[in-house]
């Protein structure tokens, strides 16, 4: 199995002229684009010069950006040196970047515009691993406390650094430190090895079969493995991916027609917005050419059936798939609904490829077949360690398997069905309340636009089911529609609670629980029913 590095390399001399990758940003109007060769290129500079500075096999480097031409070539650039890369999620603000920095010891900070202020309010502790700061934005925007990348990357051009021999790179040497979402407590550093990425890359090809006249849509930001995982199905055939930067259903269609997208990988939100845009007449699928378009997946989350179902009566020539997957597994495709199992949506699938899953209960034994329990998963892609972290480890990593933490179902066929996590399990009376179900029938109302179910505090009950709506723009919804609806439901699974809001969600597309959680618990008022 070829290393990602390896598969780079492959491309710059099989396609030196095509176009790798296209950045679109809709907003100023702009594109531009770069070959496989200049990628190739860019990547070896800046492998060169961290190599002159000392910085290899073992060191390891943030890498702080939003999505952009530069950032894969970036990426790609520390891996080739021997370093880990260690990319942060660009929503962290000034604390998480200081802890994750300290907790990865990096010695080198590339950022971006963005995060000059972020980075500059946190230095004095950065100070203590960080050695070189890197600005990779426009000069006038540089901080005094940082090098400019332009100057670094001309250190990779000398002819010392141009006679380095390769760092030889191994599928067992450590390649990238990622930090979980932090959506159920503080972000662990997941360590992943070269192994892994070509594990991942191999997965991502085998399960949406891509070819070098594909062209993948990437919307999602690529610090997530589930972005650049997807990413590796082009990048495995020598393919192009057009990185749009921006989420309006205009922006995604246009970028579909003018590029000629054949795949799009889509977060459960945007396709909704997608579904209303077109409903409502806002756009019209008339002004745009997009036969060409054969893949839209999801992942990231579950996905409501209910949003499947209306996106194939739009688009009945789609092929369709899932993907479930973690960090801790090295991105998506653990588990994998597969394109031709559509009667199957609503469940996460079957095993990916090379990987093995089972249900088990809290001592790892497995359940009765049928009954809930925790996923666990087997393969090449699962993590070293959490960095640092010797005692989380212990608690996910099990005689090779990977305790998820989520909480899913086997059916006759097969397939796996995804019912929460565990931590988001609410226990209402003695009932376990699993609210990928009850967010799943809501969705279906045609006033919703989004949901999340959540529990709150209860003397008597121990948790109430609170619901959380969006509700479609220009929509208004009543307590006693709710209530209405929800009576086609068990009585323990109807919400108690429900509030009318916004659902936030992270940018890889799952819901922050924690912090509605921390904004509804303890307040009752809304909506209750005895």
Known sequence: MQLITEILAQNARNFPDAVSLVERAPETGTRSSITWSEFYEESRRL????????????????????????????????????????PLNFRFLADKILRCTLLSEAKVLIFGPEFVDR?????????????????????????????????????????????????????????????????????????????????????????????????????????????????????KVGAATVLLKGVS???????????????????????????HAIESGELNLEDYDLSHWRLMHIGAQPVPPSLVKRWKKIFPHHQYDTNYGLTEATGPGCVHLGMENIHKVGAIGQPGWGWECRIVDRKMQEVPFGEPGELIVRGGGVMRE???????????????????????????????????RKKDLVITGGENVYPVEVENYLIRHEKIQDVAIIGTPDDRLGELVTAVIQLKPGMEMTEEEVNSYCLGMPRYRR???????????????KIEKPVLRKRYAGIYSSFRRD
Request: glycine share 8%.
């Open 495 to 509: 919400p108690r609670i429900v509030h009318f809001g916004e659902v936030p969600r992270n940018p890889t597309g």
């Open 249 to 275: 259903p205009q922006w995604i269609l246009q970028a579909v027609y003018e590029e000629k997208a054949s795949i799009v990988w889509l977060l459960v939100p945007w396709a909704h917005d997608i579904l």
């Open 386 to 420: 959490y960095y640092g972290n010797p005692k989380e480890t212990a608690k996910s990593l099990k005689n090779g398997w990977l305790c998820t933490g989520d909480i899913a179902r086997q059916d006759k066929d097969g397939f796996y069905w995804l019912l929460d």
């Open 47 to 86: 492998s060169r010069a961290l190599r002159m500075r000392g910085y290899s096999r073992g060191e390891k480097v943030v890498h702080l950006m939003t999505n952009c031409l530069e950032w894969l070539p970036y990426y790609m650039g520390i891996l080739e040196s021997g370093s880990w890369a260690v």
């Open 119 to 235: 980075v500059r309010a946190v230095k004095p502790g950065l100070d203590a691993v960080v050695e070189l700061y890197v600005f990779a934005g426009p000069e006038d925007q540089r901080p005094r406390f940082a090098m400019p990348m332009a100057d670094l990357l001309s250190e990779g051009d000398g002819e010392r650094a141009r006679a380095l021999p390769p760092v030889p790179l191994e599928p067992d040497d450590e390649a990238a430190l990622y930090f979980t979402s932090g959506t159920t407590g503080d972000p662990k550093g997941v360590l992943i090895t070269h192994g892994n990425l070509a594990f991942a890359c191999e997965v991502e090809h085998r399960h949406h079969l891509q070819q070098p006249e594909d062209i993948f849509l990437c919307i999602p930001p690529l610090y997530h493995t589930g972005a650049k995982m997807h990413w590796f199905g082009n990048f």
